[in-house]
């Protein structure tokens, strides 16, 4: 679970520097890694942070859609 909230907080980074696909793809795999008994708590609240950041303009991109989508489900 630690090395999930690293991997989200890398990804946090890529995005505040313009990586905004490659921070939603790095977020899906570390999720989608973990069993979903563990995407909860911090984890799943740094990833909707994440999600919550990224402007209106990038939420039709598949990266964003699918992180949506872990995020949500």
Same mark, same amino acid.
């Given at each position: 679970?630690?090395? *999930? $909230? $690293?991997?989200i907080g890398t990804?946090?980074?890529?995005? #505040? =520097?313009? &990586? *905004?696909?490659q921070a939603c793809?790095? *977020?899906? =795999?570390?999720? *989608?890694? $973990?069993? %979903? /008994?563990? +995407?909860?708590?911090?984890?799943?609240? !740094? %990833? $909707? /942070?994440?999600?919550?950041?990224?402007?209106?303009? #990038?939420? +039709? @991109?598949?990266?964003? !859609? @699918?992180? +949506? /989508?872990?995020?949500? &489900?």
């Amino acid at each position: 679970m630690t090395r *999930t $909230l $690293l991997n989200i907080g890398t990804a946090a980074c890529s995005h #505040h =520097d313009g &990586g *905004t696909e490659q921070a939603c793809r790095r *977020t899906v =795999d570390a999720l *989608t890694a $973990l069993p %979903a /008994d563990f +995407r909860t708590g911090p984890v799943r609240r !740094r %990833a $909707l /942070d994440l999600f919550e950041a990224i402007p209106a303009q #990038h939420q +039709r @991109e598949q990266a964003v !859609r @699918e992180l +949506r /989508d872990v995020v949500t &489900g």
